[in-house]
């Protein structure tokens, strides 16, 4: 089956920077994509989401660009604070679907 | 606080035994679903169920069961338990499809 990937398996940034995390997916039928967010010990925490029918969704500090040319996904987070250090995935699904497909994750450290 | 609650949060059980992972939600999500979450692999869906009464394979849906006898409730089930289910479970909910999954906070489960 098609699955989700990531470009990058570790990011660090300084805080105050601001951070993109890339998602590359595979599947051209996928309409719908989530951002997810997971702290140790949690679950996956959601951000943001964004519909095939958009190419940016803001959100608090966090924005969703979607290049569907491309199949390609990225968030990128404002200002990043040290409570920003996670894991972050994507999972992506077709719209009808209850089954999400993940990403591995990529881990986010934020550096004071 | 609304939300999902997972119990136990961790347990360590001998291989062969039988286990339940209980799920509960109050936010009147229709569709709950089981994930597992091991390293290097992501989050599986192990099975899922789309309305109250109804129930679906997953991607790994060997060696579990699940009912949904209503709302609120979504039991996961290890007949016999295998070391290869060592592993963090991760219940969650959406709306409906094509919405937001929101998960618990997992439970950690080690087969010896």
């Known amino acids: 089956g098609e699955s989700v990937g990531l470009h990058l398996p570790t990011l660090s940034v300084q805080e105050g920077d601001n951070s993109i995390i890339n998602c590359a997916y595979s599947?051209?039928?996928?309409?719908?994509f989530i951002w997810y967010k997971q702290e140790s010990g949690k679950g996956p925490q959601f951000i943001i989401d964004?519909?095939?029918?958009?190419d940016k969704r803001q959100g608090q500090r966090v924005t969703v660009l979607l290049n569907k040319t491309v199949k390609h996904l990225s968030l990128q987070i404002a200002a990043t604070q040290p409570g920003d250090s996670a894991v972050y995935f994507c999972?992506?699904?077709?719209?009808?679907?209850?089954?999400?497909?993940f990403g591995k994750g990529t881990l986010l450290t934020v550096n004071p | 606080i609304a939300g999902i609650t997972q119990a136990p949060t961790s347990q360590i059980l001998a291989a062969g035994r039988r286990m339940t992972l209980r799920c509960t939600q109050d936010?009147?999500?229709?569709?709950m679903y089981w994930y597992r979450q091991d390293l290097g692999l992501g989050l599986r869906l192990i099975h899922y169920?789309?309305?109250?009464?109804?129930?679906g394979k997953g991607e790994v849906p060997d060696g579990y069961s699940v009912s949904r006898a209503n709302t609120d409730d979504f039991p996961l089930t290890l007949a016999s338990a295998v070391p290869s289910q060592t592993s963090v479970y991760f219940c969650?909910?959406?709306?409906?499809?094509?919405?937001?999954?929101?998960f618990g906070d997992g439970t950690r489960l080690s087969i010896l």
């Open positions: 969650a909910s959406s709306e409906s499809e094509g919405q937001p999954q929101h």
């Open positions: 169920s789309n309305t109250a009464g109804t129930t």
């Open positions: 936010m009147r999500h229709n569709a």
């Open positions: 999972a992506e699904t077709k719209g009808s679907n209850y089954k999400l497909t």
């Open positions: 964004i519909r095939s029918n958009m």
């Open positions: 599947n051209s039928a996928s309409d719908y």
